[in-house]
C-alpha cells in the first residue's frame, strides 16, 4: 500500500489564482480530512468527509472548498490563494469514524503564496 | 474536547528512556488519549492511544494516572530517530474531528 499520497510536495501559487492540493488513499478508509500547519503551530482542521459524497467544514475552512467523489480522492481547492494561506498541507485518513482509531497522514504539500 | 499541557521541550540521552509527561485534567469519560508524534516537517505518525488502562505496543507504553488526569508516553530506548514534536491529543473515539493539535513536545535525544 502506498498509504495516503499528496500531489504537489511544493508550489508557489500569486495572490488571486487558484489550484488544487490533491490528496488519494489506497486503504478504503471512509474518513479523510485536511489540516494546515503554520510555523511553530499545531495542525488545524479545514475540511473533513465521513465517507464519498459527503463533506463538511472543519475548524478553519473558508477560502477552501472540498469535494468526495470517490472513496479513494479527496482534493482541496483554493479558490482565490491569499497570502495568509501560506502553509504547510496535510491529508488525512482513517478506516472509520466511529470507534477509537488512528489517523494516517500524507507527507505534506508545502504552499506559498506571494 | 478536553486541553491539554505539555512541556514545550525536553531533552533525552541516546539509550535512555524518554518520559513525556501530558496534563488533560478536564477529560471527560468517554474521551481517549491519543499521542502522535512529527519528525521534521513529515506529517504526524500515530503512536499509541489507550482509554483506561495502561496500553503498550512496539512503539511506546502509554501510561494513565488512575484519574485519568494525565498520562505520560514513555520511549523505552530512545535513539536519535525518535527526536521529534510529540503530541498529545484527547478527543472522543467517535469523532475524529476533534483531533486537537496544540504545540506538543519538542523532544531532543541527545548521543
Known amino acids: 500500500n502506498a498509504g495516503v499520497t499528496q500531489t504537489p510536495k511544493f508550489q508557489v501559487l500569486k495572490t488571486g489564482q487558484s489550484m488544487t492540493l490533491q490528496c488519494a488513499q489506497d486503504?478504503?478508509?471512509?474518513?479523510m480530512s485536511w489540516y494546515r500547519q503554520d510555523p511553530g503551530m499545531g495542525l488545524r482542521l479545514i475540511h473533513y468527509?465521513?465517507?464519498?459524497?459527503?463533506?463538511d467544514q472543519g475548524e478553519v475552512p473558508n477560502g477552501y472548498n472540498v469535494s468526495r467523489s470517490t472513496t479513494e480522492d479527496f482534493p482541496l481547492r483554493l479558490l482565490s490563494a491569499a497570502p495568509s494561506q501560506t502553509s504547510v498541507y496535510f491529508c488525512?485518513?482513517?478506516?472509520?469514524?466511529?470507534?477509537?482509531?488512528?489517523?494516517?497522514f500524507g507527507p505534506g504539500t508545502r504552499l506559498t503564496v506571494l | 474536547d478536553a486541553k491539554t499541557t505539555q512541556p514545550p521541550s525536553m531533552d533525552c540521552a541516546e539509550g535512555r528512556a524518554a518520559n513525556l509527561p501530558c496534563n488533560h485534567s478536564?477529560?471527560?469519560?468517554?474521551?481517549?488519549v491519543y499521542w502522535y508524534r512529527q519528525i521534521h516537517s513529515q506529517g504526524p505518525q500515530y503512536i499509541i492511544h489507550?482509554?483506561?488502562n495502561n496500553e503498550t505496543n512496539e512503539m511506546a507504553s502509554l501510561i494513565i494516572t488512575e484519574d485519568r488526569k494525565s498520562s505520560t508516553l514513555i520511549l523505552p530506548h530512545a535513539t536519535l530517530r525518535d527526536t521529534a514534536v510529540y503530541y498529545c491529543?484527547?478527543?472522543?473515539?467517535?469523532?475524529?474531528?476533534?483531533?486537537?493539535f496544540g504545540a506538543g513536545t519538542r523532544l531532543t535525544v541527545k548521543p
Open positions: 488525512a485518513s482513517s478506516y472509520s469514524t466511529a470507534g477509537p482509531n488512528e489517523q494516517f
Open positions: 486503504m478504503n478508509h471512509e474518513y
Open positions: 468527509s465521513v465517507g464519498a459524497g459527503i463533506t
Open positions: 478536564t477529560i471527560s469519560g468517554n474521551e481517549y
Open positions: 489507550g482509554l483506561k
Open positions: 491529543i484527547v478527543r472522543r473515539a467517535y469523532n475524529n474531528n476533534d483531533m486537537r
